[in-house]
Nanobody, 116 residues
Framework: QVQLMESGGGLVQPGGSLRLSCAASGSIFSVNAMGWYRQAPGMQRELVAAITTGGSTNYVNSVKGRFTISRDNAKNTVYLQMNSLSPEDTAVYYC??????????WGQGTQVTVSS
């Protein structure tokens, strides 16, 4: 089992920035990637960004150039730096652990609201 603890969500104005963190514990060796999904009200959950243990990354087109995913292997922590935020980025963001494009374990979710 892998346990995931997220932090860093909140309210930000359009054009602002936030950084999400996700600390993993447990059987980290059993997963090959970590990342973030998000789910807006009435929408399907979508993969936002992911990073493998080797450092390869994957982003949804709508966040390319604005979001950056990184990881600190010593701390078993993944970060999502979100810049130039827009109201369309408003969602609950879920950390996950699994493979580059699917989740085996989920965090509890953290709300990101972009509003003036």
């Amino acid at each position: 089992q892998v346990q995931l603890m997220e932090s860093g969500g909140g309210l930000v104005q359009p054009g602002g920035s936030l950084r999400l963190s996700c600390a993993a514990s447990g059987s980290i060796f059993s997963v090959n990637a970590m990342g973030w999904y998000r789910q807006a009200p009435g929408m399907q959950r979508e993969l936002v960004a992911a990073i493998t243990t080797g450092g390869s990354t994957n982003y949804v087109n709508s966040v390319k150039g604005r979001f950056t995913i990184s990881r600190d292997n010593a701390k078993n922590t993944v970060y999502l730096q979100m810049n130039s935020l827009s109201p369309e980025d408003t969602a609950v963001y879920y950390c996950y652990a699994g493979e580059i494009d699917w989740a085996r374990y989920w965090g509890q979710g953290t709300q990101v609201t972009v509003s003036s």
